[in-house]
């Protein structure tokens, strides 16, 4: 019998922070389950977290840095991969300066603690301004108004699931995605809970979603068009009397001025709810004495995602519901400092955009104009590119266009696991240990969970021969474009953070609790956790103020025929799980879904063949016709597309997709905060014929 033995730690896939308990056999996983004893997660774990040994053994995972010779991408040790880096980046460097060097850093970055750690000095180091990241094709709307709001951008409420009676969700899919800006194990099974104690929960979506199947009532809204809803809601809480908000907050009477032109009966012919079911709503969400509004991707990848992100949050404080239990609450993360009840506000602008003169937010510039940077010629070009854990060929708008200028880039290197449809344009690729090699700590979800509670976890297993942990590669980037030596020491960072942290925790105290802390509910944190100048809630920003009269004018305009939307699946997590068998076995997921009325009108059946052209881009998809998407809706998932030559992902390359991001528009974004607009992009389908 092999030595077999049982290790804990947080499954670092996606937001929801599952305790996984492994089995481990002969220094493998040989299974993953959900950790009955976790004090957040209590057993669930989703198909994703249970494949997580067949993640860190897949045979097409790099053990060693990648270096391209001659067009091909060939193994070599780490000193010879550091010394093309140097060679690459420092002449760039010193030719063209700081800016000509773009960095871009994708999702798993959130769920490493190297990212959270050691990106920032190397950003800093490079001092450029052509910082990109994951966050302006996902949630920088709600980063901006909870930054107006309430002065920091990291200042995110969370909806208090566990006490909450009525939950209105907007643009969220937790039964496929398990939420986010949300951490919620199980957040389906919070869900139900709901149910069982009598509340309800309401979902608000373009397409009849899981979530939507499950929830109390589900109402069709056209893309795109939420703020017109909540202003609808806003409205009708000031029209009709029904105003609670906290003495905390400022600006009450000046959100009343701007509600005054979306009443109901004026937004409806627009977003397609009925007048009198706005209304009702907003009387439901006053007189209910624990009621939050949660909003999510389908809110913030739009062409109003401030204002959105902004009047979900508006309705939550009009109504009470703002910081009490059971509306929206402020969770307290151990390695969090309390505020002080005011600080020095949120501003964006710091710089701009060379090409589009486009605002720097939260420090960085949005990916939508990633490609203009590396295009157009100029004095401060974008010539040398350093992505860490991103695929932007396949995340980010307009993905064709970008994917061409890579290939022009005079050098690239990428962070990653994986030669994928990013990484193949790299010079060098600097691989991490898989996640079992790897100590765990979530700096990014303790902040945003509906409980308090603290987790950390060690390495399981020691490093394979000839691996360099993350912390170590991100710093080994740092000292070679700082030119001063930077040693990491992960273990030491997180012990002061939570020192420094409201608790009385210490990383040992940690270390002896493999099933994580438990910090009790979500508690009242208004004001001590503003960051605001006036130590209030700024509930009427003039930024956002100034926006609105855009949304009004956009209340008249005729809508576009076939709008296009996304769709996220159980066993998908964006581009990057598609190469293990588990996860892509059986039908094609990747479809272009299609109402019955429009199949018909374009003459098309299930498992046709369709053409559908965007304004900057044409694929093919496979036709499902169904009911659960609205008429004038389609809907294709993200992160498929993998039939480019040069990756070296065999699963994945043998179930390909399309790319749906070959059809979204990197011209159309979201002002305020630099977000792209990923759903109601106008496309025109037709059948597809073969020549
Ligand atoms: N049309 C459309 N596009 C979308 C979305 C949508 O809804 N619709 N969603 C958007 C959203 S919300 C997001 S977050 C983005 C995601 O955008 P990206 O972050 O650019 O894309 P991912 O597919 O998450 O790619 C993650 C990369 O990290 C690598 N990786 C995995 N684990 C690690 C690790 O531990 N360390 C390192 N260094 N690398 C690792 C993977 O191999 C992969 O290359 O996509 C966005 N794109
Ligand atoms: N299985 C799985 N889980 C994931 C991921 C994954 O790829 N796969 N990705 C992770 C990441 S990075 C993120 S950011 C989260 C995202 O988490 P969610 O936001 O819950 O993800 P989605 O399933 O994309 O849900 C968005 C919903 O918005 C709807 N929608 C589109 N346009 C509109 C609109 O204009 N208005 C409204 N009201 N709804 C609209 C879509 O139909 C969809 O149902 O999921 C995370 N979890
Ligand atoms: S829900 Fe998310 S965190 Fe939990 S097991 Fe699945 S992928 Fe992992
Ligand atoms: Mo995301």
């Keep these: 019998m092999a030595d077999s033995r049982t290790a804990y730690r947080t499954c670092p896939f996606c937001e929801a922070a599952c305790g996984l308990e492994l089995t481990i056999v002969d220094e493998r996983v040989v299974a993953a389950r959900g950790d009955r004893d976790h004090v957040f997660s209590h057993g ?25 010779r001659a067009g091909t991408h060939v193994e070599v040790d780490w000193d010879e991969a550091f010394d093309v880096v140097a060679d690459g980046l420092r002449p760039v460097l010193e030719t063209h300066g700081p800016h000509a060097v773009a960095i871009y850093l994708g999702n798993p970055n959130v769920h490493t603690m190297a990212g959270g750690l050691y990106l920032s000095p190397l950003v800093k180091a490079l001092g450029t301004r052509n ?38 969700m907007l643009g969220a899919n937790p039964w496929e995605s398990n939420g986010s800006l949300a951490t919620a194990a199980d957040f389906p099974g919070r869900l139900k809970a709901i149910q069982a104690r009598g509340g309800r929960f309401i979902v608000v979506d373009p397409r009849r979603t899981r979530t939507a199947e499950h929830a109390d009532e589900h109402l069709f809204i056209r893309p795109g068009t939420d703020a017109f809803l909540l202003f609808g809601l806003v409205h009708t809480l000031f029209a009709d009397n029904l105003l609670n908000p906290s003495p905390y907050v400022a600006g009450v009477a000046e959100v009343g001025r701007l509600a005054a032109a979306f009443a109901p009966e004026v937004v409806s012919p627009a977003c397609g709810v009925p007048a009198d079911r706005i209304r009702s709503l907003a009387h439901e969400l006053a007189a209910s004495p624990r009621a939050a509004v949660y909003g999510r991707i389908g809110t913030c990848t739009v062409e109003f995602g401030t204002l959105t992100s902004w009047l979900i949050d508006v ?20 390695h969090v400092r309390r505020g002080t009840g005011s600080g020095q506000g949120f501003r964006v602008g710091r710089w701009h955009s060379r090409v589009r003169g486009l605002p720097e937010v939260k420090g960085e510039l949005p990916v939508a104009t990633l490609a203009d940077e590396i295009e157009t010629p100029g004095d401060e070009q974008v010539r040398a590119l350093v992505t860490v854990a991103g695929n932007p060929v396949l995340s980010t708008p307009n993905s064709g266009r970008l994917d061409r200028a890579l290939a022009g880039l005079s ?66 980037l740092t000292t070679i474009v700082s030119g001063q030596e930077v040693i990491a020491d992960p273990e030491r960072l997180l012990a002061a953070a939570l020192r420094a942290g409201p608790y009385d925790l210490t990383l040992e105290q940690l270390i002896e609790s493999p099933h994580g802390v438990d910090l009790g509910p979500l508690e009242p944190r208004l004001p001590e956790v503003l960051r605001t100048p006036s130590g209030r809630v700024e509930l009427c920003p003039a930024p956002l103020a100034a926006d609105v009269e855009r ?38 997921r ?52 993998h039939d480019v030559p040069g990756t070296r992902q065999t699963v994945a390359a043998a179930h390909p997709g399309v790319n749906s991001n070959v059809l979204t528009d990197e011209s159309v974004i979201d002002p305020l905060s630099g977000n792209s607009v990923l759903n109601g992009i106008p496309v025109e389908i037709k059948p597809l014929v073969r020549s």
Aim: hydrophobic content about 40%.
């Design 44 to 68: 669930f774990v989703c198909p994703k977290g249970a494949t997580f040994g067949q993640v860190t053994d897949d045979p097409d995972r790099l053990r060693r840095p990648l270096v391209r």
């Design 131 to 168: 910082v990109f990241s994951a966050s302006t094709v996902d949630q920088m709307p709600k980063h901006v108004s909870c930054g107006y709001l309430f002065g920091s951008p990291l200042t995110i409420p969370v909806p208090d699931l566990d006490r909450t009676d009525l939950l209105l």
């Design 315 to 334: 309705v939550n404080a009009l109504t009470g519901n703002l910081d009490r239990p059971g509306g929206v609450m402020f969770p307290l993360a151990p």
């Design 411 to 476: 050098f690239m290197v990428s962070v990653d696991p994986y030669l994928n449809e990013t990484t193949r344009h790299a010079d060098v690729v600097l691989p991490p240990p898989d996640a079992v090699r790897k100590g765990h700590y979530d700096f990014s979800f303790l902040a945003l969970a509906v409980r308090n509670f603290a987790a950390y976890h060690p390495p399981v297993l020691p490093p394979l021969p000839g691996a360099m942990d993350e912390c170590d590669i991100l710093a080994r």
């Design 551 to 588: 949304l009004r004018a956009a209340l008249t305009r005729e809508p576009a025929g076939l709008v296009l939307i996304g769709r996220r699946h159980l066993r998908s997590n964006n581009s990057w799980m598609h190469n293990v068998p588990a996860l892509v076995k059986g039908r094609d």
């Design 590 to 641: 990747c479809t272009l879904q299609l109402h019955p009325a429009d199949a018909a009108r374009l003459d098309l059946t299930d498992g046709d063949d369709a053409q559908v052209t965007s304004r900057v881009g044409t694929i093919t998809a496979r036709v499902e016709v169904t009911a659960a998407v609205m008429p004038g809706v389609v809907s294709l998932p993200h992160g498929w597309g």
